[in-house]
């Protein structure tokens, strides 16, 4: 039986692409030929659901167009649009060198070693050449000038902000 505890979110399906079943999926890493799962879990009526997957293209960096078997229709697809896509954490999805899109943070805790529990990214702002973090009321610059580490386990960034950037 799946547990919820041995899954790792990877991405979200955004939206049904065509009228045969594909949808197009935004994910957290970037996935390819050489670790892309069998297959992924996507919640369904409070049930976690594996499906496999018939077609995987490519779109940009972090989305894809991804047919999974059984959904052969856009109405199917269509119900599985804006769920999140799981996998097993046991399945090593290249993770050692894996590159992550900048909306892996969202729902990370950051925690600045003079500000201390800041809170929680709530988006990403990557509209100007400055990418912005939104957590909780402030917008904190995401650059690794800034960021001393990430702790993908429990889901926090470590800053080291520049002194009074939160009094802006």
Do not use: W
Request: aromatic share 8%.
């Amino acid at each position: 039986m799946i547990e919820r505890h041995d899954l790792t979110t990877i991405g979200k399906t955004i939206k049904p692409h065509g009228i045969a079943g594909e949808i197009l999926c935004e994910f957290s890493l970037v996935l390819g030929d050489d670790n892309l799962p069998e297959y992924f879990i996507i919640e369904d009526e409070g049930i976690l659901v594996p499906f496999f997957i018939d077609s995987f293209r490519g779109r940009a960096k972090f989305s894809a167009f991804v047919h999974l078997e059984g959904i052969t229709d856009e109405r199917t697809a269509r119900l599985l649009c804006g769920k999140e896509i799981l996998t097993d954490k046991a399945i090593n999805c290249g993770e050692d060198d894996v590159e992550y899109g900048l909306s892996f943070l969202i729902g990370f805790t950051v925690v600045d070693r003079t500000y201390g529990d800041i809170g929680k990214v709530t988006a990403i702002d990557d509209s100007t050449v400055n990418t912005l973090m939104a957590v909780s009321d402030r917008l904190i610059p995401a650059q690794e000038a800034f960021i001393t580490k990430i702790d993908n386990t429990k889901k926090i960034i470590y800053t080291q902000l520049p002194e009074g950037l939160l009094d802006i």
